[in-house]
């Protein structure tokens, strides 16, 4: 047990943290906003054209892409949950880009999937300009993939930067 936690507690915690702010911002939504409304307090209306709160509800990905594939992306959801949880342990320790990014990523996948797994589709709600209409798992999911992509741009760089010195230092020492 205590090797399972030392595995696996940090990025069960963030996840869990996400899941929780998600599913608690969701309920909100779904006991307050008759589905298809939207409500912006009456002292934010002048921000009405770039962001508000909707109800929406999504059959589709992140951002309402595939819709209607709830059923394959809850098997999807299935199989990176397993993939992030196998991958996990094995990132280096002081890779903490690369662990915030996971915990993130799965944290997002729980909760769109505790949402596909009890009502059938997912609550989205944050409405930004024309972008299509998200939720706190999406961003997360979102916020994830862009840590993600950074943590491997700044490991190819300093692997550059080490191949350099060693190149340098293989130059003047090899006179």
Do not use: C
Request: no cysteine.
């Amino acid at each position: 047990m205590k090797n399972l936690v030392q595995k696996y507690g940090s990025i069960f915690a963030i996840a869990a943290v996400i899941v929780l702010l998600d599913q608690w911002t969701k309920s909100l939504v779904r006991t307050n906003i008759v589905s298809g409304a939207t409500w912006l307090p009456q002292s934010l209306l002048w921000l009405s054209p770039y962001a508000r709160i909707v109800h929406w509800y999504n059959t589709g990905a992140a951002f309402g892409m595939f819709k209607d594939a709830s059923m394959v992306l809850t098997v999807l959801a299935f199989v990176v949950i397993g993939a992030i949880l196998f991958y996990y342990p094995q990132v280096e320790k002081d890779d903490w880009l690369l662990r915030l990014a996971l915990s993130l990523q799965l944290g997002g996948a729980l909760g769109n999937l505790v949402d596909r797994l009890t009502i059938g589709h997912v609550t989205d709600f944050i409405s930004v300009g024309n972008f299509p209409v998200f939720n706190v798992a999406d961003a997360s999911i979102t916020i994830g993939a862009v840590l993600l992509f950074l943590d491997v741009w700044l490991r190819e760089r300093a692997e550059k930067k080490a191949e350099k010195t060693l190149d340098v230092k293989g130059e003047t020492t090899g006179e």
